[in-house]
């Protein structure tokens, strides 16, 4: 059977593309793949997703799956044909005829990359007639990458439950230091675990900073921010994480200035021996405050 091999290498950082038709047999049928939607609880449908509740307790879990080009559950990993790549094939490690077939037209690759054999088709509409066979270069195993990406999808990460002083349902006064900071509460990493066919990647999510934006135009960028306590000089400023005001909030929106927190997280993964590290998320929460003008009121002895 003439069957149709698309052939992936890296040169020069990009991506090169080489596309032949060999006669090979056939290497998967459609017929040899789960259909995710008749049979969902089909243990190839279905990523388990733990995610521990964090210091404030209790657990979660859940299920994902991956989806066709249609939005249709399909298989993430088919037993000897690898697990699912997003583009309707189903990659394994090339090893043998498999790899000197896929060097031979896109040449060697260096560690961390490597050559990976596809098996492709669709177990849900047929769209493809045949089945076919597809070559291409990851930069860690597909596996991996699959889990890590999920376990990362389901981090919770907690908005910033702001606290200030003078605290947020009095008003704040023009010239006396108001403190920032984020409740304990929120401040712990949040952690979420994918797996599937034996195989498990942990994403952790790590509170590293806040960004804070006070309504008059002021910003600045601390950690959790220290705590006021009972008994501070309310006329002391914070020491790492404060903001004075100098004019009243009758220009803001509403009378009030919006004051917003935003959570820088820095996430990483674990799993199958190997680890790394995603684009930083973020969460933000806002809360609308007064500032006001002290009176004073002078008085003849």
Known sequence: MLKAMQWFGTTSGS???????????????VADLVN?????????????????????????????????????????????K???????????????????????FGGKVSPPDAWYVGSCGDPITNFWPASYIRYRVFGGDPAIELLAQEAVRHLRLPAPQIRLNPATDFPQVVYVPTWMWVDEAVWSPRRATASLAGLSVTAVGTPTAVTWSTGDGGSRQCGRGTPWRAGTNP???????????????RGGAGGAYTVTATITWRVTWSGGGTSGTEPDLTSTAGVAVQVVEASAVNTKP
């Open 15 to 29: 991506v090169a593309l080489f596309a032949v038709a060999l006669a090979v047999p056939a290497r998967a049928d």
């Open 82 to 104: 690898g697990w699912y790549g997003g583009d309707g094939c189903w990659y394994k490690r090339a090893e043998g005829l498999d790899l000197a077939a896929a060097e031979a």
């Open 36 to 80: 995710c939607v008749t049979n969902p609880t089909h243990p190839s449908c279905t990523i388990a997703i733990e995610e521990p509740g964090g210091s404030e307790g209790g657990s979660g879990g859940g299920s994902s799956g991956c989806r066709n080009w249609q939005g249709q559950a399909i298989p993430c990993n088919i037993p000897g």
């Open 235 to 249: 006329a002391s400023a914070s020491p790492d994480c404060g903001h004075t005001y100098t004019s009243p909030s």
